[in-house]
């Protein structure tokens, strides 16, 4: 299972930004996907993940901000991050659950005040 995201860019304190992600291949059934991010000098984390059936968690930090949504017929998860702030700087990680547990490339965003 290949992944690609993007959408990663720089935007201001407060602003939008919205991350896709689509995994592609060859016989897979994706059971769940996810964003983590990993900021400089700190480990990675789970941001939000979305179950096949529509199941979502955030980290507290993000919860009212970020919304994790998935379009099971393309494989692609989005994630809509509204009202940005600073300590959301990261490198964005896309990752999807089938047998096996794939990582796409990371996509930067930073938070500009």
């Known amino acids: 299972v290949q992944l690609q995201a993007s959408g990663g860019g720089l935007v201001q304190v407060g602003g939008s930004r919205r991350l896709s992600c689509s995994a592609s291949?060859?016989?897979?059934?994706?059971?769940?996907m996810g964003w983590y991010r990993q900021a400089p000098g700190k480990e990675r984390e789970l941001v939000a993940g979305i179950s096949s059936d529509g199941m979502t968690r955030y980290t507290d930090s993000v919860k009212g901000r970020f919304t994790i949504s998935m379009e099971n017929a393309k494989n692609t998860v989005y994630l809509q991050m509204n009202s940005l702030k600073p300590e959301d700087t990261a490198v964005y990680y896309c990752?999807?659950?089938?047998?096996?547990?794939?990582w796409g490339q990371g996509t930067q965003v930073t938070v500009s005040s």
């Open positions: 990752n999807a659950q089938t047998f096996g547990n794939h």
């Open positions: 291949g060859s016989e897979f059934t994706i059971n769940a």
